[in-house]
């Protein structure tokens, strides 16, 4: 059982951990997969670095830190996030935690797929969404465009109110276990009219399908925050100005809520969403 659960553990996470961590909360932070932070070559605009540094560097450099104080720092992978009565349960590849407040600083990843069809069919038959959108799909036959332990999270959402669910990997390996037939065939296009209706394989196959769910990667911020109800913007996350959602106790800060991607933005912002976590703990 935590204080605080961040979810994320780039700047805009690290940063709300030790903030949280200094006034004597309990913290953990989960985080899984690359950071964008990772890809800059180097960052010459942040202070207090007058030569610049890696984004590989200052990544790790946060990570460090945050453990030296001791914030628990954990690489899995978040599945799911569920508010309870008085408390949230985060799911992972691993194991489940309990914390009386949230963070989500995981960035934006929304990831779609390289295939034809995928844009101009968005919101007409594609989702990002199983649980938001699934009831739309009750006795119908669906797929799940992804090939990780997120994409058999998303089907298993649906396999009790759809058809069919089959998941399709789109050319790469299956890395995750599963009991949902995959299909590991090249996807060429996504096919309809005023809907989703067919997708058509590069080996020319053609399979009907009436609603195509896609979960590449891990689950972003944004997917977390749709399933709970929380209001979005897009693929960002609405918070107020102390980084609250309109779930009490989830605080969400950092890349996730849009506006200036930059480090400084994303330190500032995980400090006040650390902030507002420990008040929030506090008053309960």
Known sequence: MYDVIIIGAGPAGISASLYAKRANMNVLVLYFGESNLEKAVEIENYYGFI???????????????????????????VLHIEKMEEKFEVTTSIGKYEGNAVIIATGNKKLKPDIKGIEEFDGKGISYCAICDGFFYRKKNVVVIGNGKY????????Q???????????????QAESNFEFDTRKIKQILGDTKVRQIEFDDGEIIDVDGIFVAL?????????????????GDSISVDENMSTNLEGLFSCGNVVGGLLQVCKAVYEGAEAGLSAVKYVKSK
Not at 62 to 73: C, E, H, P, R, Y
Not at 160 to 174: C, F, P
């Open 151 to 158: 994409a058999v999270s998303e089907a298993n959402d649906l």
């Open 51 to 77: 030569h610049g540094i890696s984004g590989k560097e200052l990544y790790a450099n946060g990570i460090d830190q945050a453990k030296n104080i001791g914030v628990d720092v954990k690489e899995e992978e």
């Open 160 to 174: 009790n109110i759809a058809n069919s669910v089959k998941i399709l990997t789109n050319g790469l390996e299956m």
């Open 217 to 233: 990667g891990e689950a972003g911020g944004s997917d977390f925050a749709k399933k709970m109800g929380v209001i979005t913007k």
